[in-house]
């Protein structure tokens, strides 16, 4: 063994929830130090997450990281459904909730949050290889990991895992506690980002060739997806071939707005719902992607790692400000309830968009009525909305 450390908090995983939970500790006094396998470039460059719901926005604005956001980020009323043959419809988050979403990178994110913990000497540890977990259901549990060919050691009061689908946090809870609950999806998902300038509206476009998704970074950078089959490979996807499937799934007088140019990134994103429970064994505590993925369709996944971020932070900040582990004790069970709302919804606009290599008739008919059904209710529109905008985080 090379070196000791110690620490409050040690946590696995430098993706928006490590990042996130180590920030907000630090602004209520409490130490960590976050252990990240990749480079730091490498966590930046990665394009993911778009959407954001107004508790995630209210979250990231208490906290001091709104500033770029609020100057930069796009503010919108709701995310938009086209089908062909049919009106627009507007999932109108602003009209029934009071709040409004807002587009904005999970790559500016990753950054503002570098930034932050910069400011202020935060510890980040990057290319830690290695990350094992040790003696998690006792008062002293520790982490070893090796860097530069040196096992190092960090003596914590907790472990919070934060390390994504991939990581070793949730490798490291015996089989005979955790039960996990998996659907994988018989698609994948086709991604480009161009610099060019994005269509108005987010929209998600439901048509026989498959589910399409246009998105935005800026007013220069565009973000859309097409449903793939699993088994794509990009090279079959040159950019030219992507632009015209994706107008293809459009209407035309959306595809004729359609700005296309070079792709500056492409890549293929499987689609799965997992959930692992529970988010606790002993002093370890799971967080974000590492607990739950959900598919893309209903833009939940970041925003869950913050609302699992936020209760994890007030657990932690509880026991060690007024000595109590109320917090701490319902963490897992509350955190769930809000996981498995936004499993359920991911889930189900899931099938409403996308076509299913089975699909009979039958199904098609059951979803246009799905949609005939809340372009015509206002209650459903509000139940819809609702979940979309995220549900409030519970006291
Ligand atoms: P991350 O971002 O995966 O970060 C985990 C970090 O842990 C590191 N790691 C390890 N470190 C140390 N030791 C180990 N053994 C480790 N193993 C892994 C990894 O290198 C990584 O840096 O998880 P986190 O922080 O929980 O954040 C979750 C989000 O990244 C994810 O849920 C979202 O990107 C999902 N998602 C979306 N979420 C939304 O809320 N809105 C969206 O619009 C949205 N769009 C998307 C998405 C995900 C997508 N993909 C690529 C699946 C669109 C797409 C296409
Ligand atoms: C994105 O902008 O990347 C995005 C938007 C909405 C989604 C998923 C991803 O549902």
């Not at 507007?90 to 979403?101: F, S, V, W």
């Not at 088994?231 to 499937?245: A, G, N, Q």
């Not at 955190?335 to 299913?356: D, I, P």
Request: net charge neutral; glycine share 8%; charged share 25%.
């Amino acid at each position: 063994m090379s070196g000791v450390m110690r620490t409050q908090v040690a946590i696995i995983g430098g993706g928006p929830a490590g990042l996130l939970l180590s920030h907000i500790l630090h602004g209520n006094g409490v130490e960590s130090v976050v252990l990240e396998r990749r480079s730091r470039s490498h966590v930046v460059q990665r394009i993911r997450a778009g959407v954001l719901e107004p508790g995630t926005v209210e979250l990231l604005c208490k906290v001091g990281l709104g500033e770029r956001m609020m100057r930069e980020g796009h503010r919108h009323d709701g995310v938009a459904i086209r089908w062909t043959g049919r009106d627009r419809f507007l999932i109108d988050a602003k009209k029934y909730t009071g709040k409004r979403m807002m587009a904005y990178g999970q790559t500016a994110i990753t950054e503002d949050l570098y930034a932050a913990r910069d400011a202020v000497g935060g510890q980040i540890i990057h290319e830690a290889q290695n990350v094992q977990l040790h003696d998690l259901t006792s008062s002293e549990p520790f982490v070893t990991y090796s860097k530069d060919e040196q096992i190092q050691r960090i003596d914590c009061d907790y472990v919070a895992g934060c390390d994504g689908f991939h990581g070793v946090s949730r490798h490291s809870i015996p089989g005979s506690v955790l039960r996990t609950f998996e659907k994988q999806y018989p698609f994948a998902w086709l991604g480009i980002m161009s610099a060019t300038p994005p269509f108005p509206d987010i929209v998600y476009c439901h048509h026989e060739r498959g589910f399409a998704l246009a998105s935005m970074r800026s007013p220069m950078l565009s973000r859309y997806y097409i449903q793939c089959e699993v088994d794509t490979k990009l090279e079959e996807w040159p950019d030219e071939r992507f632009w015209r499937e994706l107008k293809a799934r459009c209407p035309e007088e959306m595809a004729a707005q359609i700005v296309t140019g070079p792709s500056i990134e492409k890549s293929i994103a499987p689609l799965r719902s997992f959930v692992a429970e529970p988010m606790r064994y002993g002093r370890l505590f799971l967080a974000g992607d590492a607990a739950h993925i959900v598919p893309p369709t209903g833009a939940k996944g970041l925003n869950l790692a913050v609302s699992d971020v936020y209760y994890l932070s007030r657990a932690f900040i509880e026991v060690y400000r007024e000595d109590r582990t109320r917090y701490l004790e319902s963490y897992s069970t509350m955190a769930l309830r809000r996981v498995w709302s936004a499993e359920r919804l991911s889930w189900w606009l899931t099938n409403l968009l996308h076509r299913f290599p089975n699909d009979t008739p039958f199904d098609e008919r059951i979803r246009e009525n799905q949609l005939d059904y809340l372009a015509a209710s206002k209650r459903a529109q509000a139940s819809l909305a609702e979940q979309y905008a995220g549900l409030p985080f519970e006291e």
